[in-house]
């Protein structure tokens, strides 16, 4: 459990760096060293957890820090897909089963899952009652509220809208909760839950699509020009178009949102690192189409889907546009070498 915590606490990091928050900076404040968080097998204390959290939402001055990390993080990320596929053949398994392992992102925070005809709901339990006070405890809650969501996508290799989520707290800032977690949240209600159809219960894994996100995840990084400072505004951007589009591409309206910027101030700050939205989209589309169509396992319609086209010829003119060659082509020509 320690080593999964502290893989958790890494991403955390990893998606503060990815904000433009100095790693160092934000160890350094919660009194962490980096031989404590990668080499030392001793666990990290619940307050230096606690402070993890207290201070990427100070640095970052993002009080949605917690919703927006939910955003980015990909449950394969955390090592934990795998073994919920494989203990789990339908959804109402693989939540029943990965409700523990909310421990890894809050020890105080307790998941109850229960079901009627109609729906089945997932349940957040803080241990302490006054937990709303508490910003690392808001900010986790708020972290697990969009897990569940991400989860349910992975499984089932689709995008699910809940029936309906609330929230034992007052909330600030209803269209950003409404946006990311894709249904308006009712503040101030009696529980911290989240619901959905009760038909996607028995629904069965596709297991065969986990490895798309594994290779996304594993290829993170993987900006064509080496030379660009790691600190880049576009190779971030790039690299978050690259980890969050197993599904669908991302639009320039969500990456704003996530990174606390308007849209209008995302593209000026690309503006004045000679890119926009567009060619990084672009690049990215290409390079997930050739990865995609190396596979051999996807249809070309499915592909183009993934890739956020509406139709597969805007899909084709592009790529020939990349490559020269039909997708077809191109795919026959990977499958026999």
């Known amino acids: 459990m320690e080593d999964q915590v502290k893989n958790f606490i890494s991403r955390l990091i990893g998606y503060a760096v990815q904000r433009d928050i100095s790693a160092e900076k934000l160890l350094r404040a919660s009194n962490i060293t980096l031989e404590e968080l990668t080499v030392l097998k001793n666990p990290l204390t619940p307050k230096q957890i606690d402070d993890v959290w207290f201070n990427a939402v100070s640095i970052s001055r993002d009080n949605l820090f917690g ?48 079901k009627d005809d109609h729906h089945f709901s997932i349940t957040f339990v803080p241990a302490n ?33 809940p029936s309906s989520v609330s929230f034992a707290r007052s909330l600030d800032n209803l269209e950003e909760y409404e946006r990311v977690l894709r249904c308006r949240p009712e503040a101030n209600a009696k529980t911290t839950q989240i619901s959905f159809d009760i038909a996607y219960w028995d629904e069965r894994i596709i297991r065969s699509k986990h490895e798309h996100q594994q290779v996304l995840l594993l290829e993170e990084g993987a900006w064509p020009n080496a030379h660009i400072s790691d600190r880049a505004l576009k190779k971030r951007i790039y690299n978050y178009i690259r980890s969050n589009s197993y599904l669908k591409m991302v639009t320039l309206e969500d990456i704003a949102c996530n990174f606390n910027l308007s849209p209008r101030t995302l593209q000026r700050k690309l503006k004045s690192e000679e890119i926009n939205f567009q060619q990084l989209a672009d690049e990215a589309r290409k ?44 795919q026959k020509k990977e499958h026999l070498s």
């Open 67 to 114: 919703l927006h990390l939910g955003e980015s993080l990909q449950l394969q990320a955390l090592g934990i897909v795998g073994e919920i596929i494989k203990t789990s053949r339908t959804v109402g398994e693989a939540v029943t089963n990965a409700a523990p392992l909310a421990q890894i992102i809050s020890a105080s925070t307790e998941l109850i899952i229960f």
């Open 129 to 161: 009652q006054d937990w709303a006070q508490h910003i690392p405890e808001v900010q986790a809650v708020d972290l697990l509220m969009v897990l569940v969501i991400h989860e349910l996508d992975g499984l089932l290799f689709k995008k699910l809208y």
């Open 287 to 330: 390079n997930l189409a050739l990865m995609y169509l190396k596979d051999n396992s996807m249809q070309i319609k499915e592909i183009s889907t993934l890739l956020g086209y509406n139709e597969v010829s805007a899909f084709i003119r592009a790529f020939k546009r990349w490559t020269g060659k039909a997708p077809s082509n191109y």
